[in-house]
């Protein structure tokens, strides 16, 4: 009898919105939504609350505010409160999970009991190296790597350096730093004088940061990890005149202070790239795709999706004049968005759809809808062993870059 | 307390040579080696960066280590009760956060702001305050369960990301210099008299001690035990706002993480601050000491280049021996080893 219920108002949903391919698999919830949950770590910083935001923007503008139940639910940063959040969403019947994972390694027991029972898991920015799970990552497009040596070109090949990283015993921050460790090994003159962890955090980056001027005041330049605001106020507290070279992610005010005439002469130079909080948006969308039938799933092993590293260099740098990017716009100004808000929110390509209230309020955008995602716009990410894949090899090619050219030879 | 005239009971039971310990009180020996170890550090720093030993990085610690110092305040008052403030991270994102959004960015109405920030974090206090002694709740539990709710309400209140700036003024006022001193150094040297003075020559200091010694015998004695604790409570809150916004100054912005790295400090500089866990007895110029010892070190062991993990195990070594230097068995044998060569 339920079931009769359940796919009466599945059929209207379906003469409603016309969006359902005959190949659509069954949602699970009494009123015939999808019942999607949304996993986060923890929330507390721009980037997490930006990129949950995002989903819950999109899960409520047309026709999906019809046809998607959306539950949020915050593990925190134990592995194992997001395993016990995982299995309580299987047994609630849950379509999808949509999820920013804790353990690219410890969740994959439960992700593989759900997708034995057809629960579709999207990953977002971090991995897991569960093969049936999708995970959406920029994390192959090499943030590690390209900023190094873009930091290298501005140092002319030698230099004293700090890396600030992110948070200890983290994938991310360990292909991060293993990507750029390959290019500063190769440079014999570059001396990493500190290293230290900011936990992607303005305020912790600047601290830390003052830390390591109090020894090095000398510093040729900085390599940075989510937080790099907090770079610059700690070298402009050591030096109000004296600025370095800083790579770092997408923060607005670092891409602001980049584009600014005074920091510039003050030495400041370098380029914002890294993670997006976009990710979970385009993560979102194709998993959308996938359960109303408008896309095919990949095969199990296949599902490593690279989204592309933002690469915005000083003079890239454009302020947008409205609530998102256009016109090739990319940062906002300090009367729209706090300085540690994450610039990569949008994606006037994959998400047309959003705009600075969904970023901010998790709001639909008025008069948007779902566009369908372009049909070049999946592209598959290569082997990271340990990271989003098991017992696989990496290719030779791993630290290869993408976005630059070293302009120093080793 | 610890006053030169006055001992603690067990102490005056003690059968050694009290006569020399008259001449110098234990406190005195035990803030004195706080800040004896920290310039014994600095100096022996130098080994580790030619840039270390000097003036400058005296300032990078006594500037890193104001914010530590301004919420410890609170914290060693709630300790010296035989309390425990855990709620004192969340308040000082609670005072970081609300500075951002009602500050916006702007110096109209600073001076009503800062109070009123000040004014909402003490209410947070009393809270607190009155959960510990009105409802009998353990300190633990109920700071702990107050931290939760108040971060959850910034949550919810910022949506993840706190909006707005500091005022532009704070913002100066950070990075401003006078007579060649950041100014954060001047505020700090300021509190940290007003706070001695507060904790260990006022009325209500000395009421406090009495309370934090024994209770009882102080509510026998006709202190009004309940409002003393709930002030006390209301203090460290407002010590904790206080410490939000200038941090939210410092950064110029509040994240919702930024007091996380304050709350175990606060205990920790407390207590190698010299002051008991258990209560009753304690100073704050030991407790800036303690806040400084825990600057300097996480400032040299971020010089040295090691692994995180060796960091953090330095870190808890250096902690457990500045706390077996400071236990005052180690002060009389040593004490009495001084007074008696002369």
Same mark, same amino acid.
């Given at each position: 009898m339920k079931t009769t219920t359940k796919t009466l108002a599945l059929a209207a949903m379906l003469a409603g919105t016309t969006i359902l391919a005959s190949g659509a698999a069954q949602a699970k919830t009494a009123d015939g939504k999808w019942l999607i949950y949304l996993s986060l770590s923890y929330s507390g910083n721009a980037w997490q609350s930006e990129a949950a935001n995002i989903v819950k923007?999109?899960?409520?503008?047309?026709?999906?505010?019809?046809?998607?139940?959306?539950?949020?639910?915050?593990?925190?940063?134990?592995?194992?409160?997001?395993?016990?959040?995982?299995?309580?969403?299987?047994?609630?019947?849950?379509?999808?999970?949509?999820?920013?994972?804790?353990?690219?390694?410890?969740?994959?027991?439960?992700?593989?009991?759900?997708?034995?029972?057809?629960?579709?898991?999207?990953?977002?920015?971090?991995?897991?190296?569960?093969?049936?799970?999708?995970?959406?990552?920029?994390?192959?497009?090499?943030?590690?790597?390209?900023?190094?040596?873009?930091?290298?070109?501005?140092?002319?090949?030698?230099?004293?350096?700090?890396?600030?990283? #992110?948070?200890?015993?983290?994938?991310?921050?360990?292909?991060?730093?293993? #990507?750029?460790?390959?290019?500063?090994?190769?440079?014999?003159?570059?001396?990493?004088?500190?290293?230290?962890?900011?936990?992607w955090d303005d305020r912790t980056t600047q601290q830390e940061t003052a830390k390591a001027l109090a020894a090095h005041p000398d510093v040729d330049g900085v390599w940075a990890q989510a937080g790099e605001f907090g770079v610059i106020q700690a070298l402009l507290q050591a030096n109000p005149d004296r600025l370095v070279p800083v790579t770092g992610e997408n923060s607005a005010g670092f891409r602001l202070a980049l584009a600014n005439p005074d920091?510039?002469?003050?030495?400041?130079?370098?380029?914002?790239?890294?993670?997006?909080?976009?990710?979970?948006?385009?993560?979102?969308?194709?998993?959308?795709?996938?359960?109303?039938?408008?896309?095919?799933?990949?095969?199990? #092993?296949?599902?490593?999706?690279?989204?592309?590293?933002?690469?915005?260099?000083?003079?890239?740098?454009?302020?947008?004049?409205?609530?998102?990017?256009?016109? #090739?716009?990319?940062?906002?100004?300090?009367?729209?968005?706090?300085?540690?808000?994450?610039s990569e929110v949008f994606n006037p390509e994959l998400l047309p759809e959003l705009s600075l209230i969904s970023a901010l309020d998790g709001l639909p955008t008025p008069g948007a809808t779902i566009q369908p995602l372009p049909a070049e716009a999946v592209k598959l990410a290569p082997d990271m062993p340990g990271i989003n894949c098991r017992g696989c090899d990496a290719p030779a090619n791993l630290y290869e870059l993408t976005k630059i050219e070293a302009t120093v030879q080793p | 307390m610890m006053s030169s005239d006055t001992g603690t009971p067990e102490r005056s039971a003690r059968t050694e040579d009290t006569r020399t310990s008259q001449r110098i009180s234990p406190t005195v020996v035990t803030v004195a080696t706080i800040y004896g170890l920290v310039l014994v550090m600095i100096l022996a720093s130098r080994l580790i960066s030619p840039s270390f030993g000097g003036l400058s990085q005296l300032e990078t610690i006594l500037y890193l280590s104001s914010f530590l110092v301004f919420c410890a305040f609170g914290q060693g008052l709630v300790i010296l009760v035989r309390g425990l403030d855990l709620s004192v991270a969340s308040v000082i994102t609670v005072g970081g956060v609300l500075s951002a959004s009602l500050m916006d960015g702007s110096n109209t109405g600073l001076l009503h702001v800062i109070p009123t920030i000040l004014l909402a974090c003490a209410l947070i206090g009393i809270v607190n305050g009155i959960g510990v002694t009105v409802f009998n709740m353990p300190p633990f539990i109920m700071t702990m369960a107050s931290g939760i709710i108040v971060y959850s309400l910034c949550l919810g209140f910022t949506g993840g990301t706190p909006r707005g700036f500091p005022a532009p003024a704070m913002n100066d006022f950070m990075q401003a210099r006078v007579f060649g001193i950041p100014s954060p150094i001047w505020l700090l040297v300021v509190f940290a008299a007003l706070g001695t003075l507060v904790q260990s020559f006022s009325s209500f200091g000395r009421k406090l001690t009495a309370v934090g010694n024994n209770p009882e015998a102080a509510y026998v004695a006709g202190l009004p035990a309940r409002r003393l604790i709930i002030a006390v409570y209301g203090i460290s809150a407002a010590c904790a706002g206080f410490t939000g916004i200038l941090l939210a100054s410092y950064a110029n912005g509040a994240t919702l993480r930024m007091g996380d790295d304050y709350l175990l400090p606060s205990i920790a500089a407390v207590v190698v601050g010299g002051s008991s866990i258990l209560g009753g007895r304690g100073t704050f110029l030991g407790t800036v000491g303690g806040a400084m010892l825990l600057t300097t070190l996480s400032t040299i062991l971020s010089a040295l280049g090691i692994g995180q993990g060796w960091k953090t195990i330095m870190e808890g070594g250096v902690i457990l021996l500045a706390l077996i230097l400071l236990r005052n068995q180690v002060f009389d044998g040593l004490r009495a080893l001084v007074m008696r060569k002369d």
């Open positions: 923007a999109l899960a409520a503008t047309p026709p999906f505010n019809e046809t998607v139940e959306l539950v949020e639910v915050i593990s925190g940063t134990d592995p194992q409160a997001q395993i016990s959040d995982y299995e309580s969403m299987i047994a609630n019947g849950a379509d999808g999970i949509v999820s920013f994972p804790i353990s690219s390694n410890a969740l994959n027991r439960v992700v593989r009991r759900g997708c034995n029972e057809d629960v579709l898991f999207f990953m977002y920015d971090g991995t897991v190296t569960e093969s049936c799970a999708y995970n959406i990552s920029f994390l192959s497009g090499g943030f590690g790597e390209n900023t190094a040596q873009a930091l290298v070109n501005e140092l002319g090949g030698k230099g004293k350096i700090f890396l600030s990283r #992110g948070v200890p015993g983290n994938s991310v921050d360990e292909r991060h730093t293993d #990507g750029a460790m390959h290019i500063f090994n190769q440079y014999p003159e570059i001396e990493i004088a500190a290293e230290y962890y900011s936990y920091m510039q002469a003050k030495g400041l130079r370098g380029v914002s790239s890294g993670s997006g909080p976009a990710q979970s948006g385009f993560a979102f969308k194709i998993m959308m795709e996938i359960l109303n039938g408008q896309r095919d799933a990949l095969p199990d #092993g296949q599902r490593n999706i690279e989204y592309p590293l933002p690469w915005v260099p000083a003079d890239a740098v454009k302020v947008c004049e409205g609530d998102t990017f256009e016109e #090739g716009c990319n940062v906002f100004t300090e009367d729209k968005v706090p300085s540690s808000f994450v | -």
